[in-house]
């Protein structure tokens, strides 16, 4: 069996708003809050970020690694990963069905919701998708429109 993904949250992240705590408990996923002194060793893992070259199925045989915080706070859980992993982006014309409504600060163009995310490279590596949008409040609309791209 391969390595479950993995998925770093930060403390300040609302659980309420995580696109990606209905995943909790899966076996194919590892779930990590980044407290004070928390480590990950990355090496590895594909990690998903912009500007880095996009995903492919080369990347098939690698584990996933999701930073899951807003922009504003990632650079702080950025600080808690380690080793070498892998970077990777996402194609840039897939957009978010997520509707983002911040008063701080602007989103990178193409930024995702951290399900949508996942879905998006489980598929670019040819690895399984199902019920992975099962419970994800905007998955027709962002299925419809992944399709469309």
Same mark, same amino acid.
């Given at each position: 069996?391969? #390595?479950? !993904?993995? %998925?770093?949250?930060?403390?300040?992240?609302?659980?309420?708003?995580?696109?990606?705590?209905?995943?909790?408990? #899966?076996? !194919?996923? %590892?779930?990590?809050t980044a407290r004070p002194g928390?480590?990950?060793?990355?090496?590895?893992?594909?990690?998903?970020q912009v500007d880095a070259p996009v995903l492919s199925p080369e990347d098939a045989g690698l584990p996933l690694l999701l930073l899951d915080s807003t922009w504003r706070l990632l650079p702080k859980l950025q600080n808690c990963v380690v080793g070498e992993p892998v970077p990777r982006s996402l194609p840039p014309h897939v957009q978010t069905a997520y509707p983002r409504i911040s008063k701080i600060s602007e989103d990178?163009?193409?930024?995702?919701?951290?399900?949508?995310?996942?879905?998006?490279?489980?598929?670019?590596?040819?690895?399984?998708?199902?019920?992975?949008?099962?419970?994800?409040h905007w998955r027709d609309s962002f299925l419809r429109q992944f399709q469309e791209s």
């Open positions: 069996m391969s #390595r479950p !993904d993995v %998925i770093i949250r930060h403390p300040k992240e609302r659980l309420s708003k995580c696109s990606l705590e209905p995943l909790r408990g #899966r076996e !194919d996923l %590892i779930f990590h928390f480590l990950f060793d990355a090496t590895g893992y594909v990690l998903l990178p163009t193409g930024s995702l919701a951290s399900v949508e995310a996942l879905y998006c490279a489980r598929l670019l590596q040819g690895r399984p998708t199902q019920s992975l949008l099962k419970h994800y």
